[in-house]
């Protein structure tokens, strides 16, 4: 079965700082990845996403993320934090294929907290 | 662009109520729509899919005559909690995705924090 799993589940970082939140997946074939954020009593909001294309992915507010297979890793990052990206971060994966191809599996999520 | 609208956004009721919980894809045609479910300071649980003009397929140890999905519309699905007891209370969430492909990422409503007395 996929899993996924989030090493940290807070991360502090100074406003300015690099951002660096862990996703690892365990699946033997490469699955599609997604990162989302949920700020409080809100659903999530799409980051980026991997379906297979190119390793290194741009997503929205200045987050990204690499692809590395040969660590089965997905992790994401900012170069400089701001007060606004402290949230609950979500990795999520989908099989590439099989019955539970689309639905998706969501990592335990990392609380990022920036203080000035 | 691709917005998913859920209401209501809190809901208060007595136990023994049923419930019912709108998910609109509003910019978008969503042939499959998700339901999830959310305790306190954990993660997302997939509850069931919700495709379009058929039944509904849900996840193991979740009960398909307690939470009713209908998805009648291209741009619509219903969550009703039948019978609603205390231990129904959460935080339930719905998604929709865009496109028919299903590597493609799924639009999140704002949820609905359920609280049974």
Redesign the interface.
């Given at each position: 079965a996929q899993s996924v799993t989030q090493l940290g589940s807070h991360v502090s970082v100074s406003e300015g700082a690099l951002v660096l939140l862990r996703c690892n997946y365990s699946s033997s074939v490469p699955p599609?990845l997604?990162w989302?954020v949920q700020y409080p009593?809100?659903?999530?909001?799409?980051l980026l996403?991997y379906?297979s294309a190119a390793t290194l992915v741009k997503g929205i507010n200045g987050f990204e993320a690499e692809f590395k297979k040969s660590e089965t890793s997905f992790h994401l990052t900012k170069p400089s934090a701001h007060m606004s990206d402290a949230a609950e971060y979500?990795c999520a994966v989908?099989p590439?294929g099989g019955t539970s191809?689309?639905?998706?599996?969501?990592?335990?999520?990392t609380i990022l907290t920036v203080h000035p | 662009g691709a917005v998913v609208s859920q209401h209501p956004s809190w809901v208060i009721c007595k136990s023994g109520t049923s419930v019912k919980i709108e998910c609109r894809s509003l910019d978008f045609q969503a042939t499959t729509m998700f339901w999830y479910r959310q305790f306190p300071k954990q993660s997302l649980m997939l509850m069931a899919t919700s495709n379009e003009g058929s039944k509904a397929t849900y996840e193991q140890g979740v009960e398909k005559d307690k939470f009713l999905i209908n998805h009648a519309s291209l741009t619509l699905s219903t969550l009703t909690v039948t019978s609603a007891h205390p231990e129904d209370s959460s935080f339930y969430i719905c998604s929709a995705r865009e496109g028919g492909r299903r590597n493609q990422p799924q639009h999140f409503g704002d949820g609905t924090r359920l609280s049974i007395l």
């Open positions: 599609y997604f989302y009593n809100q659903g999530l909001q799409l996403k379906t979500f989908t590439a191809y689309g639905k998706l599996t969501f990592g335990q999520g | -």
